[in-house]
């Protein structure tokens, strides 16, 4: 097949299109939601709410605008047409990705890699604590963490702030290997039932093969991205998991679904043939800001690459050495980011009060950056 040149314009383009943040905004409703999970197929999830939303809830707003929260949490939790599991992190992924997702959810026993044998040696030495969990789940549930005795015989060891915290590690472990799922929220506790009971009757049961299941990974990867190298697809989706990335490309390639491409003289690149004609990239451009952990910028080297946008999350790292702040969203504007925004949520005021704001060169605050930023405090007030 002949190779396709793009310029790193072009690329943005692409990568923002695939990404569903240019043009017009999807409704801002439960089937609008869907066709963004649909698209970018993982919605990362994380705690910090500083900026007056978690993450989860802040990705689709990047690309609905101001929308009621409730709905994804009925999405999630009554239609169950998303459910938790760990995608290139923990992660809101599709039902209908079941299938894909089920290949790792296997018990810990029969993994072979180092850290899956300390964990298979924990729960053996914790079995009690592992039929006393289930137990009460299954006569009980939906349970939350506190509402389980820690019966653990040996305390889980880590290096970090896990150590000892045996019941919520078993319920980890147990998700993981698929026998318990997230089935709603009880304030920040996290509410378990059994994956056995909690899924549809029309949750996907079909088995994968290890090829089948990294073929379809590797083209909705690949999809969600619109044009990467096999690195960024290893990045992106189900992180690190892929069976057969090199044989799956191969095959895309081989079928017509991915196109093998230049990136400003770069070899190495796939395009999906989603986004073949390029004459449907050039739409409406919107400036929005993106969650620290929005799934355009998820791979930071790629971010670095395509856009020329130098990032990290600075959560961890001392303030007199952050850069751009401490929950700094990227300002996304057309097919650049030309900044960032560091911002907190004043429970009190109800304002949404920016400590950094940085412009890359040549860019600067504008109506349509500040536009952005009142959206977001319309959105975080709402939630409230």
Same mark, same amino acid.
């Given at each position: 097949?002949?190779?396709?040149?793009?310029?790193?314009?072009?690329?943005?383009?692409?990568?923002?299109?695939?990404?569903?943040?240019?043009?017009?905004?999807?409704?801002?409703?439960?089937?609008?939601?869907?066709?963004?999970?649909?698209?970018?197929?993982?919605?990362?999830?994380?705690?910090?709410?500083?900026?007056?939303?978690?993450?989860?809830?802040?990705?689709?707003?990047?690309?609905?605008?101001?929308?009621?929260?409730?709905?994804?949490?009925?999405?999630?939790?009554?239609?169950?047409?998303?459910? !938790?599991?760990?995608? !290139?992190?923990?992660?809101?992924?599709?039902?209908?990705?079941?299938?894909?997702?089920?290949?790792?959810?296997?018990?810990?026993?029969?993994?072979?890699?180092?850290?899956?044998?300390?964990?298979?040696?924990?729960?053996?030495?914790?079995?009690?604590?592992?039929?006393?969990?289930?137990?009460?789940?299954?006569?009980?549930?939906?349970?939350?963490?506190?509402?389980?005795?820690?019966?653990?015989?040996?305390?889980?060891?880590?290096?970090?702030?896990?150590?000892?915290?045996?019941?919520?590690?078993?319920?980890?472990?147990?998700?993981?290997?698929?026998?318990?799922?997230?089935?709603?929220?009880?304030?920040?506790?996290?509410?378990?039932?059994?994956?056995?009971?909690?899924?549809?009757?029309?949750?996907?049961?079909?088995?994968?093969?290890?090829?089948?299941?990294?073929?379809?990974?590797?083209?909705?990867?690949?999809?969600?991205?619109?044009?990467?190298?096999?690195? !960024?697809?290893?990045?992106?989706?189900?992180?690190?998991?892929?069976?057969?990335?090199?044989?799956?490309?191969?095959?895309?390639?081989?079928?017509?679904?991915?196109?093998?491409?230049?990136?400003?003289?770069?070899?190495?690149?796939?395009?999906?043939?989603?986004?073949?004609?390029?004459?449907?990239?050039?739409?409406?451009?919107?400036?929005?800001?993106?969650?620290?952990?929005?799934?355009?910028?998820?791979?930071?080297?790629?971010?670095?690459?395509?856009?020329?946008?130098?990032?990290?999350?600075?959560?961890?790292?001392?303030?007199?050495?952050?850069?751009?702040?401490?929950?700094?969203?990227?300002?996304?504007?057309?097919?650049?980011?030309?900044?960032?925004?560091?911002?907190?949520?004043?429970?009190?005021?109800?304002?949404?009060?920016?400590?950094?704001?940085?412009?890359?060169?040549?860019?600067?605050?504008?109506?349509?950056?500040?536009?952005?930023?009142?959206?977001?405090?319309?959105?975080?007030?709402?939630?409230?």
């Amino acid at each position: 097949m002949a190779t396709v040149d793009l310029s790193l314009d072009d690329a943005r383009r692409i990568a923002v299109h695939a990404q569903r943040l240019d043009g017009k905004r999807p409704p801002a409703t439960a089937d609008g939601l869907m066709d963004i999970a649909r698209a970018i197929r993982v919605i990362q999830i994380d705690s910090i709410a500083v900026a007056g939303a978690p993450t989860q809830y802040l990705v689709p707003f990047s690309r609905l605008g101001p929308y009621d929260r409730s709905i994804l949490d009925r999405l999630v939790y009554k239609d169950r047409k998303l459910f !938790h599991y760990i995608a !290139h992190a923990a992660s809101l992924v599709l039902t209908d990705d079941y299938p894909i997702f089920a290949g790792t959810m296997r018990p810990y026993i029969k993994r072979k890699d180092e850290y899956g044998r300390r964990v298979a040696a924990w729960m053996k030495a914790n079995a009690p604590l592992r039929r006393q969990v289930l137990g009460k789940i299954r006569g009980e549930g939906p349970l939350r963490s506190r509402d389980l005795e820690d019966t653990a015989e040996e305390h889980w060891q880590s290096t970090g702030w896990t150590a000892g915290r045996n019941v919520s590690q078993m319920l980890e472990r147990l998700w993981l290997e698929g026998e318990i799922t997230v089935v709603g929220r009880d304030g920040p506790q996290r509410l378990w039932d059994l994956s056995s009971r909690w899924f549809p009757d029309w949750t996907p049961r079909q088995r994968l093969t290890e090829k089948a299941r990294s073929d379809r990974a590797v083209d909705l990867s690949l999809r969600a991205l619109g044009v990467a190298t096999s690195g !960024h697809v290893y990045y992106h989706f189900t992180r690190w998991r892929y069976g057969d990335l090199k044989g799956s490309l191969a095959r895309l390639v081989d079928r017509g679904e991915a196109i093998p491409a230049t990136v400003g003289g770069r070899k190495g690149f796939y395009l999906h043939r989603d986004y073949a004609d390029l004459k449907r990239t050039h739409r409406a451009s919107r400036t929005v800001l993106l969650s620290p952990f929005d799934n355009l910028i998820a791979d930071r080297k790629r971010t670095k690459a395509l856009f020329g946008f130098d990032f990290a999350i600075e959560i961890y790292i001392p303030p007199a050495k952050r850069k751009r702040g401490y929950y700094a969203f990227p300002i996304l504007a057309g097919d650049r980011l030309i900044g960032s925004a560091d911002l907190r949520f004043d429970r009190e005021a109800r304002r949404l009060i920016p400590q950094t704001v940085i412009f890359e060169d040549g860019f600067a605050m504008s109506a349509d950056v500040q536009r952005a930023i009142d959206e977001l405090e319309v959105f975080v007030r709402a939630g409230r």
